[in-house]
């Protein structure tokens, strides 16, 4: 169908950067917390977005939202210009895409019984009449394996999958085309998290709804997308299909990452990087992973490489010596760090 | 040679709620023990209570010797003489269990004054050479830093550095790389093996990952309502599970590799601690599940050489890999 | 850092000209100082004169500038009932205050924090129902009220102590005693609820698992953890050393500052006023910038940047 084609969603560059002060009495610095990020979405498609903290990806899903303007590149839905947050048409957006948390608690007002906060949307942008709302609300939250009589609970009467399972319902009560999965499965236990997987990959299948499953659980992408980027420090660094990136990475860091993925009945053989992740306000010159690479080549200290096709196999990989552009080094473990 | 730890019967209750319902757990000198479970099923108050550190409304009983010496409800002083000192604990989340107002240089010697009598220079000396130990770079600085001014990671290390202080003989560590990312987890958790193989330190590791604990520890202990329900070399455990609750957490985490498809999800939740069922706990979740499991208790049995499951129809061999398969 | 202090102080003097603005403005619409200082029935020219003389029948803007036109000057102004300058009225009577608020300073210290903390260590028990008793009721119970019953039962009915007048160090107890209990209630309820934060914290229980002995844990982790809220409300004591004894020293007729604030605005006496107000101001503003000072000095998580800035 060639309306399956076209991407629902397409971030070009973004780039969004914050000023953080040091202390009390110190000095304001730039922090770089996305430097350069396109993505697209499509319809019926996951897209899993990993890395580890301070890699940008849970401002890149805010942006994607449209939750927070990029301070350069932009992101267009279903072809328009996502518009500032706040006026009239962003408003209208909201019924067209919504977000699913790390902490379900959070998300949901404690005050308000979990029926009334699924409601909430139908009300805002006017679906349906009063007269029918019950009876949309008590769909939604069979939809999602709730029982209609736990509308009058309260959050803090739920376990932790149901409270999810009531946000992702009030995630659905508009029918959104896109929806954003912000560590949806990391506060829950490892039985539940098996059952919200089920549940969101049920939806999707169902109302071809698309997301971007943002985790650090490269074992949950693997299970929900489609496609997988990895990111590092604000740029992606590698980008294909799970299979062939778990399988085989071609980006350094994913393979550090990848073979850190604990596993059953497997000894030994990890790579362990050195180091720490980086501090975004402290950037490295060149490649930002070059510090921790094992193979980092000169080059890696002065040119940041882009993200494009390896010549092999098209893998999209952001990586001087993957490319072969340059052959590995032996490592830079002393570097130099942006001018702030 | 008896067990460097043993713990009998053990029962933790808070406010006529039980958290504990009887654990009996045992650690060989040198050996890595892992204890998992999800959330609620008492794997940290265990250890939280063998070591005295519950709050006071909290009622232990039960039986946990050291060393063939019985140190449950001990004096307080000779808990904290062994706290930190034969037995130290680290705990999970590392930027929150260190004292935001004191150097780290400063927590470590204070661990170093009550368990090795070192204080000012030489003490200083020893904690520099603990951070090194533990992989800190720049230990000489970092002794003067302030807790938040240092990575989650190397927070931990930090913790560790200052459990070392005492020389213990058993190392808990209570879900250690919960809250730190993949590749620091990596790093912690090959650091807590190299101090294994210099020391020959017992290790307990507390945690809901499975994946964690199947490559560090030999022996898997797996808990559920406060009860131990199976346990087994960690090998085994992986690759032929007796309890259906160990065989359905297994069968939950999402492959690797294979085809895709719906996750073996175990359905239902955990029962809250004050409306526990009837007979087994786990009965209500269980696909093997047959009336007699709903009488009594399943008390742990042997089901194979080394392997322990309190399951009335516990999983035979071949069974657990179709489940997994499946 | 020059430039934290440079805001401070700039705040702190944008403070100071605000409250004095708004003494001034009230003051001069709510009453005519030539009526109240002189008496009703003066003949009219003597008033007419006295308006004259201060200034009083210029525009209020004028008399505005030309009164912080006279601080810069270094003149705060003079009485209008006996004419002497401003400041020195002011000053003579500070002393007089300080011999009530600072013993009650030490006395909400002393009794409130104590206090609090053995509540906080045995939560729930007997104590600690006693202790957050007492202090609801010594801080819901308004100064002048406490103040009254003290004189009702040591110096009326007993007769132990006097009741009013500064003759001798007698006459202290009972005005010390009504500003410490409501202070020290404060003190205690607030004390015990930082001290209960403190110690469901983490890193206590990381202290007790490395060997620490509870007692030390309390007072080596949990105090000094502790210290840093409660030095906000503590600085707020001490920024009303001067201020905070009005009601008192009108009821036991203590010949203080906050006795002479109350006569002088009756009396519309205004450079008094003022000059007391911006003595006021001065004094809680510095207490403020103390105690931002302080944090910096207990909370190190203030003076250095956090390691990440996560995204």
Partial sequence: MSVNDEPLLHAQDLVRRYAVRRGMFGRPAEVRAVDGVSLTLRRGQTLGLVGESGCGKSTTGRMVLGLEMPDSGGVAFRNERMPPPGTPEWRRLRARMAMVYQDPLGALDRRLDIGVQVAEPLEIHGIGTRADRPARVEALLRSVGLRPDQARSFPHELSGGQRQRAVLARALATAPDLLVCDEPISALDVSIQAQVMNLLSEVQARTGVAMLFISHDLRAVRQMSHRVAVMYLGRVVEEGEPDDVLRAPAHPYAQALVSAIPHPGRRGGRIVLKGDPPNPAARPTGCAFHPRCAVAAAVCARDVPALKPRAADRRLVACHVAQGEAAPGAGLPRHALEAA | MPPLVEIAGLTATFDGVPALRGVDLSVGRGEAVALVGESGCGKSVTWLAALGLLPGKARVAGSVRLDGQEILNAPPATLDALRGGRVAMIFQDPASSLNPVHRIGRQITEALALHRGLRGAAAREEARRLLDRVGMPDSRRRLDAYPHELSGGQNQRVMIAMALAGSPELLVADEPTTALDVTIQAQILELLAEIRRDTGMALVLISHDLGVVAETCERVCVMYAGRIVEETAAADLFAAPAHPYAAGLLAALPPIDGPRRPLAAIPGGVPEPWAMPPGCPYAPRCPRRVAACDEAVPRLATVAPAHRAACIRPLPEGAARELLSA | ?311
């Fill in chain 3, 1 to 311: 850092m020059l430039r934290f202090l440079g805001l401070r102080l700039a705040r702190a003097l944008l403070t100071m000209v605000l409250v004095v603005t708004f003494a001034f403005v009230v003051l001069r619409l709510s009453g005519d100082p030539a009526l109240l200082i002189m008496s009703a029935d003066a003949p009219p020219e003597a008033i007419a004169a006295f308006r004259q003389a201060w200034g009083l029948n210029d525009p209020i803007w004028q008399q505005y500038i030309r009164y912080f036109a006279a601080i810069f000057r270094g003149d705060l102004g003079q009485s209008m009932r006996d004419g002497r300058p401003a400041i020195e009225l002011v000053a003579e009577r500070i002393p007089a205050t300080l011999a009530l608020t600072l013993p009650a300073l030490a006395m909400k210290l002393g009794i409130g924090i104590p206090a609090g903390i053995h509540a906080a260590l045995h939560r729930n028990s007997f104590a600690d129902r006693a202790v957050m008793l007492l202090a609801v009721a010594g801080f819901t119970v308004p100064s002048f009220v406490l103040g009254l019953l003290l004189v009702l039962v040591f110096a009326v009915q007993l007769g132990w102590l006097p009741s009013g007048g500064q003759e001798s160090w007698r006459h202290a107890v009972l005005p010390v005693l009504t500003l410490g209990i409501g202070g020290a209630a404060v003190l205690a309820r607030f004390t015990r609820s930082a001290m209960l934060e403190v110690l469901g914290q983490p890193y206590m229980r990381t202290a007790l698992a490395k060997g620490v002995p509870w007692a030390r844990a309390v007072r080596r982790h949990a105090l000094p953890n502790a210290a840093i809220p409660t030095v906000t409300i503590v600085g707020f004591m001490v920024g009303s050393l001067l201020a905070g004894a009005v009601v008192v020293e009108s009821v036991f007729s203590w010949p203080g500052v906050g006795r002479l604030l109350v006569v002088a605005v009756a009396n519309r006496d205004l450079a008094v006023v003022q000059c007391i107000l911006l003595l006021v101001a001065a004094t809680m503003v510095s207490a403020n910038l103390a105690v931002d000072l302080l944090y910096g000095v207990l909370d190190p998580r203030l003076r250095s940047a956090p390691r990440e800035a996560t995204a």
